[in-house]
């Protein structure tokens, strides 16, 4: 009887495996999910995650993962390991999933294919999802050749890199360049990556030994240069030659290229300081302009004051995303200081995810009465609250029916009534602003 459950069991599995027609959307915890195993594509906070976390914050997630069930009761992602990570970082329990249930080799091409159309794809990532595919489809093109009179008529004469080049619409020689970067070490793959070292030299370097691709890396960071093709094709022939060492190296590095003559360098530890770990050369530079460009535009003023409407819509975005520090006025009313809490997370969002130069002035207090026990308490727990972590100004702006004038005649308060308690209160503020410095 077991002999026969046993083998009605392998049926079921083996039709699940084959007939796509019984898939469908299912709801499974996060605990029950781990990464594909040696998982070529990084999961990284940038600008594609971001927009990734918002969509998701929003809509939800619209498109289900892949996963495989496994045997010990858990399933491997084929698809959708960064919308598991903008998940758990915005609290789900659960996701929707499509479990698909596949053979080893389907699943790693599968794996890799979901992943390739990524917007943002690092070397690193390309290479090792060319390898692992490569490896996948050799092996079942092995399996072929031993349970049928050879190959498929499709793949007959077309070698697996070949394959893999007219998926991608690169050509076979290119898609083995990159499985070539499988070869280098880690310290120059990251180098790679991060754009210090472009992708022709580092194809020349992955041919030395580890030893020596732990001395280039060496001498990269002692002589703050990077080799070109023909440095690193001479590095490869010293090294064929068992005349490669530090020495050489370091000779090499240290000779004086034409593209070098008009540089400006900068150590990486002074870059990094400033910038993400995963921002390549390009971006920096970029960066640094936009910097410079801003930097030559305030120099024609002393401050830029930019009024926000008391909404977090796209205006105030982008006004924050300009600004290098932000005022937050907040009214002393139970619903006003309940929506600060709010304001000071998006202000929070956009300091990490689109300007690390963002401070927050100071909490003002604003429209306070002070005749009522309210405005005192709330007031009172406003500085109890946040006063230990965002400045608070000392400086409050009292209620005041001058204030309602001005504001209904559409002038100043200064222009409506030069020396009453609520511009004297913005003199105050003023003053205040100003000592801070910023």
């Not at 349970?147 to 070949?162: F, H, M, R, S, V």
């Not at 956009?350 to 005192?376: C, Q």
């Not at 002038?411 to 009534?417: L, N, P, R, V």
Request: with cysteine.
């Amino acid at each position: 009887m077991n002999c026969k459950k046993n083998a009605k069991s392998r049926s079921d599995d083996e039709h699940r495996l084959f007939n796509p027609a019984v898939e469908k959307v299912v709801e499974i915890g996060l605990e029950h999910l781990r990464p594909f195993e040696n998982h070529p594509f990084k999961v990284k906070e940038d600008e594609v995650m971001a927009r990734l976390m918002e969509s998701i914050e929003r809509y939800g997630i619209m498109n289900p993962l892949i996963v495989m069930p496994t045997t010990e009761g858990f399933y491997r992602i084929i698809s959708g390991h960064r919308r598991k990570y903008c998940a758990e970082r915005l609290g789900y329990t659960q996701v929707p999933v499509i479990i698909r249930y596949m053979k080893k080799d389907d699943l790693i091409i599968s794996m890799v294919d979901s992943n390739l159309h990524r917007e943002k794809i690092l070397f690193s990532e390309k290479a090792f999802a060319y390898s692992m595919k490569n490896e996948a489809m050799k092996r079942k093109t092995g399996k072929r050749r031993k349970t049928q009179e050879g190959l498929l008529e499709a793949l007959k004469g077309t070698k697996t890199i070949d394959l893999i080049g007219q998926e991608t619409g690169e050509s076979s020689r290119q898609v083995l360049r990159y499985i070539r970067l499988t070869s280098l070490i880690p310290e120059l793959l990251d180098m790679l990556d991060e754009g210090k070292i472009s992708f022709n030299p580092a194809v020349e370097l992955s041919f030395l030994s580890i030893i020596e691709q732990g001395w280039v890396a060496d001498g990269i960071e002692y002589t703050l240069s990077v080799p070109s093709v023909s440095q690193a094709k001479r590095m490869k022939a010293l090294s064929q030659e068992k005349q490669l060492s530090p020495q050489k190296i370091n000779e090499i590095l240290n000779e004086i290229k034409k593209t070098d003559m008009s540089r400006v360098i900068f150590k990486n530890s002074q870059m990094y300081k400033y910038f993400p770990k995963y921002y390549s050369t390009e971006q920096m530079k970029e960066e640094i302009i936009e910097l410079l460009e801003k930097e030559r535009q305030r120099k024609r003023y002393d401050y830029i004051l930019i009024d926000c409407m008391p909404s977090l819509g796209t205006l105030t975005i982008n006004a924050l995303v300009a600004a290098d520090s932000v005022l937050l006025p907040v009214q002393a009313a139970y619903l006003p200081v309940k929506g600060l809490q709010q304001l000071i997370k998006t202000i929070s969002m956009v300091k990490r995810r689109l300007n690390r130069r963002l401070m927050i002035e100071g909490i003002l207090l604003t429209i306070v009465d002070f005749r009522t026990n309210y405005a005192k308490d709330i007031s009172s727990k406003v500085r109890e609250t946040y006063g230990t972590s965002i400045p608070i100004f000392e400086s409050v702006i009292p209620v005041s029916v001058k204030a309602a004038e001005a504001s209904a005649e559409g002038i100043s308060i200064y222009g409506h009534c030069i020396n009453c308690k609520v511009s004297n209160a913005y003199k105050e503020l003023t003053q205040e602003v100003l000592g801070n410095g910023r």
